[in-house]
């Protein structure tokens, strides 16, 4: 059964904890015996059940070493299985960007309809904007405490949808439900005979997976070159992890962004039997028909099926978590896949702080736990993807003074900057004519003026 990471985001009282709960319960993916546990222990302390509790009696268990994390909740439907990613405070979201909600898929956000759109609802959508997400879900939620009013609900769409809008997003559905009674969570509602729209479990089962990265185009991001010379064995490895689709021997592969080619002679493994190609996920190395000096750092893709990107300038997403703020005009280190490369911000495109939603479009510098979309330019040129096509190699940390400050996802690449030519010296240019001469194998380009 396939699998698909949601985030799901609401304000702090919106009912974010009551519909996962009610989720759960609906689809039956509570372990054995905890809905009835809770309902027990509720009517012995004489309080009135509720789903949200459910989450809270998870959270003791994950305390305890014994079963859920709660950051990180399971349910399936009939399609396929869900990975909730919980997102409890603005502050802790903004953490969460870097290690789980950045690898959702879809999300869905919740509104409460009685309180309307808060601060918080408008901070989500710009930073489920931010994250590239937009497979969304908006839940219009306690519609029961709004008499099913379908003027509140028509009212919330309009006015959220036009803000959503601004941010580049277009929900998929606007799904009014009492997650409290269940209303439009797995089944329809009575109570709202006006609505005739999905579910939901069905708009979720409605949202499209992401393709698959072994169905992708070859892409191995070149870790190092291992050389042998014991007993005559001259073979040099090239080995990296597969982040996405699969190679074989014989299959022509380049290396970005030099350039080089060759095409693969052998896949090379230890002590496993022989192997004739290699897919994602998979540690590997392979030798060349021909010998070719490359870089570790470099991608590997093969010949015709790739567009990767080769550029050392592109707009991103970032997300700041280092005590000194991320300032224009100082160089840092970013590290994307197995490269790495002095980096600056050349522009700071809009910068909006998390917690009190202003948008300074004159700031020079990105301070702790705010988010930004930036221009980077690299000191190199690096081989890379956009995160909407394929996240391992558009994904990304920065560096500042050997601690990981911040971290983000590639939105475009601008430009392949051309380089300025350089004026070479005739002590130079005789130079490499002798290497050329004596030492073809290291494959040195011709360099005049």
Known sequence: MNRMNIVITGHVDHGKSTLIGRLLADTNSLP???????????????????????????????????????????????????????????????????????????????????????????????????????????????????????????????????????????????????????????????????????????????????????????????????????????????????????????????????????????????????????SAGEAAGFTLETQIYVKPGEVAVVEGQSDLKTSNLFRANVFWLGNKPFETGKQYKLKLAASKSPVVIEKIEKLIDAQSLDNNDNRTDIKRHEAATVVLRTSNFLAFDTFENNEPLGRFVIIDEYNIAGGGIILESIATETLTKRIYSQQEIELNAYVRKHYPHWECKEISN
Request: glycine residues 6%; proline residues 4%.
């Open 32 to 278: 054995e015996g905890k809905l009835e546990a809770v309902k027990s222990m509720c009517a012995k302390n004489a309080r009135p059940f509720e789903y949200a509790f459910l989450l809270d009696a998870l959270e003791d268990e994950q305390k305890q070493g014994i079963t859920i994390d709660s950051a990180r909740v399971f349910f399936k439907s009939s399609l396929r299985e869900y990975i909730i990613i919980d997102a409890p405070g603005h502050i802790e979201f903004l953490k969460n960007m870097l290690t789980g909600a950045s690898r959702a898929s879809a999300a869905v956000l919740l509104i409460d309809a009685k309180e309307g759109i808060a601060e918080n609802s408008r901070r989500h959508g710009l930073l489920l904007s931010l994250l590239g997400i937009r497979q969304v879900v908006v839940a219009v939620n306690k519609m029961d405490l709004v008499n099913y009013s379908k003027e509140t609900f028509d009212n919330i769409v309009r006015d959220y949808s036009e803000y959503l809008a601004g941010l580049g997003i277009t929900p998929k559905h606007f799904i009014p439900v009492a997650a409290r009674e269940g209303d439009n969570l797995k089944n329809t509602s009575e109570q709202m005979p006006w609505y005739t729209g999905e579910t939901i479990l069905e708009a979720l089962d409605g949202f499209e997976e992401d393709k698959a990265l072994h169905e992708k185009p070859f892409a191995m991001p070149l870790q190092d070159v291992y050389k042998f010379t014991a007993n005559n064995d001259d073979r040099r490895i090239f080995a990296g992890t597969v982040v996405s689709g699969s190679v074989s021997v014989g299959d022509q592969v380049t290396f970005l962004p030099s350039g080089k080619s060759s095409r693969v002679s052998s896949i090379e493994s230890f002590n496993t039997p022989i192997k004739y190609s290699v």
